[in-house]
């Protein structure tokens, strides 16, 4: 459904995107994983024509964007950046303003949308007095109406309070199995990434890392946090079980490893343990520690 060819891009003489590719497949959600600065909305612009890419292409759905943009972005659904709204204007009128730009408004359709996002109470309302949350919710309405196979979501849970970030990463989900979506968002909350997306692009100051999905970015190796004097000792030991110290502390250790032996070597050794404790590796370490590897 998308193609992302090389994509290349300078901002006052810094390159900011240095060819990057990736592909998103037709009712996939995809993300776009790295860290503030790292190029996830640079390259959403480009997507989006909002950007002058400086070298490389998009296609969507086969249609270039850089050589038919119009026909291209027809299929295109977006939030990009902070949604922009008309304040002293109520978010139904917003509405029809802003899909009539670039489509045929329906009414039936726009009601139907506003109960969806469960903006209905709330939509004669000046879009002055909605919450930032609210107008996700207007900006994901508009971005629905005409019907896109494919959304694009520039952090779209940024800002949000938890329940406003479950009820969109729900509403997302429930767009794919409901009418096969296909979306494509940035984010660096990788909890959000975790839980919505079969697969994912890391991209680290303007590269391509890292692609695959999401369950291949897990490690189930033990992580432990250990208190134990001496400890030159403590490492002797780690060390012949392999296990690897990093730079807060904790120990890893391959996955067969059997923690109770580990316990009674140190013991065995002389160590006085005060504490060992298992630690659940999050996706954020993951991301971490692949993010320096592929930087060496």
């Known amino acids: 459904m998308l193609s992302v060819r090389k994509l290349r891009k300078k901002f006052g003489g810094k390159e900011v995107l240095k060819g990057v590719s990736f592909e998103v497949s037709r009712g996939e959600i995809y993300g776009l994983l790295g860290h503030n600065g790292a190029g996830k909305s640079t390259t959403l612009g480009i997507i989006l024509s909002m950007v002058?890419?400086?070298?490389?292409?998009?296609?969507?759905?086969?249609?270039?964007?850089?050589?038919?943009?119009?026909?291209a972005l027809r299929k295109v659904g977006a939030?990009?950046?902070?949604?922009?709204?008309?304040?002293?204007?109520?978010?139904?009128?917003?509405?029809?303003?802003?899909?009539?730009?670039?489509?045929?408004?329906?009414?039936?359709?726009?009601?139907?949308?506003?109960?969806?996002?469960?903006?209905?109470?709330?939509?004669?309302?000046?879009?002055?007095?909605?919450?930032?949350?609210?107008?996700?919710?207007?900006?994901?309405?508009?971005?629905?109406?005409?019907?896109?196979?494919?959304?694009?979501?520039?952090?779209?849970?940024?800002?949000?309070?938890?329940?406003?970030?479950?009820?969109?990463?729900?509403?997302?989900?429930?767009?794919?199995?409901?009418?096969?979506?296909?979306?494509?968002?940035?984010?660096?909350?990788?909890?959000?990434?975790?839980?919505?997306?079969?697969?994912?692009?890391?991209?680290?100051?303007?590269?391509?890392?890292?692609?695959?999905?999401?369950?291949?970015?897990?490690?189930?190796?033990?992580?432990?946090?250990?208190?134990?004097?001496?400890?030159?000792v403590l490492g002797e030991v780690a060390g012949c079980f392999h296990g690897e110290q990093q730079h807060d502390g904790r120990w890893i250790f391959p996955e067969e490893t059997a923690v109770p032996e580990l316990v009674k070597s140190l013991v065995a050794a002389g160590v006085n343990l005060s504490e060992l404790t298992p630690l659940r590796r999050s996706l954020e370490d993951v991301y971490l520690e692949h993010s320096r590897l592929n930087l060496r």
């Not at 002058?52 to 026909?71: F, H, N, T, Y």
């Open 52 to 71: 002058a890419a400086g070298g490389g292409e998009v296609l969507i759905d086969g249609i270039s964007v850089q050589r038919d943009p119009r026909r």
């Open 79 to 232: 939030i990009f950046e902070a949604p922009a709204f008309y304040d002293y204007m109520s978010g139904w009128e917003n509405l029809k303003v802003l899909v009539g730009l670039s489509g045929v408004f329906e009414e039936g359709k726009a009601r139907e949308m506003v109960e969806r996002v469960g903006l209905s109470d709330r939509i004669g309302s000046q879009v002055s007095t909605y919450s930032h949350g609210m107008r996700q919710r207007l900006a994901l309405a508009q971005a629905l109406l005409p019907e896109p196979e494919i959304l694009l979501l520039d952090e779209p849970t940024d800002g949000l309070d938890p329940e406003g970030i479950k009820w969109f990463r729900d509403f997302i989900i429930g767009l794919r199995e409901e009418r096969g979506m296909t979306v494509l968002f940035n984010s660096h909350l990788l909890s959000e990434v975790e839980q919505m997306c079969d697969r994912v692009s890391i991209i680290r100051e303007g590269e391509l890392v890292y692609e695959g999905a999401v369950n291949e970015l897990r490690d189930d190796r033990p992580a432990l946090r250990i208190v134990a004097s001496p400890s030159e």
